[in-house]
């Protein structure tokens, strides 16, 4: 690649290894399973529910080190792609073992993949990060992120919509309002302005209101299987953001009934048509 392209050295950063320790502390969960409206507080030495380990590992960028959309500035673990968009597209969780809060923690992270593509909006690079997870037990969780890097455009572009695939065996809504969008980014300390700041979300990324975070569509297709489907456990998650949602969009949870087979499709409809995120959840 030369010089002008999003990423001038691929293979400097592809492979790069990262390690990270923490503790699985109670009042991160605690804050989480308030902001999910859950009645049962959780308490140390309880399993950690899937995809609450995104409380953890959180990188401690210094003020003076973020970018003018809060993201931490190119560079660091993270290969230094100067498109100026960056968002979480799709990723795969797969639980070996369940966690426990309270627990000691160790993540190995690795740059797996880069790969620069043409789309219609620009120029796009897509980057897989590979994460393992450790407690004092051995290997609990594996982990892909697949961030997408895109050129700076008008934020509301249209995009295909992918026919939902009916109503759903259950369904759950819950109002993203910019309170919901706050805490959750807080939780996760997330300081990317399209997720609280209005004015920068509109003005300077074009959205029509704040995003939602595609982490925590995800989290919240999780807790309705739970609330409709206590019994149910689910192994691995795979999801994919397809159509972003504003603040104050009702956030609907559906899918089909775990049942029998191994694994069953949950989604999120988009309320201007489609689906917003569709993901496939496999079941113990």
Known sequence: MEASEPLADVGAWLGRRESS??????APAAAL?????????????????LLWHWLYFLPKVRQSELGPDGHPARGGFLPPV?????????????????????SPVRRESTIASIEPKQGRSGALVFVTVRHE?????????????????????????????NPEPGAGAWRRSVR??????????????????????RPYAVGTEGYPGLVVHGPLIATLLVEGLHRTHPASRIRELRFRALRPLFGDDEVVATG?????ALSCRLWAPDPRGGIAMDAEATME
Request: glycine share 8%; aromatic share 8%; hydrophobic share 35%.
């Open 133 to 161: 997870i450790y407690d004092a037990k051995g290997h609990a969780i594996s982990e892909e992120q697949h961030i997408v890097y895109r050129d700076a455009g008008r934020g509301a572009a249209s995009l295909p919509a």
């Open 256 to 260: 089909e009934a775990p049942g029998s």
């Open 82 to 102: 100067t498109l100026p968009r960056r968002m979480w597209a799709a990723g795969r969780v797969t639980e070996h073992r369940t966690l426990v809060i309270g």
């Open 33 to 49: 399973a308030a902001t999910l409206d859950r009645a049962e507080m959780p308490r140390e030495g309880d399993e950690l529910p």
């Open 21 to 26: 320790e923490d503790q699985l502390t109670l």
């Open 176 to 197: 993203a309002d910019p309170t919901l969008l706050f805490r959750y980014s807080a939780l996760t300390f997330n300081g990317h302005r399209i997720h609280y700041d």
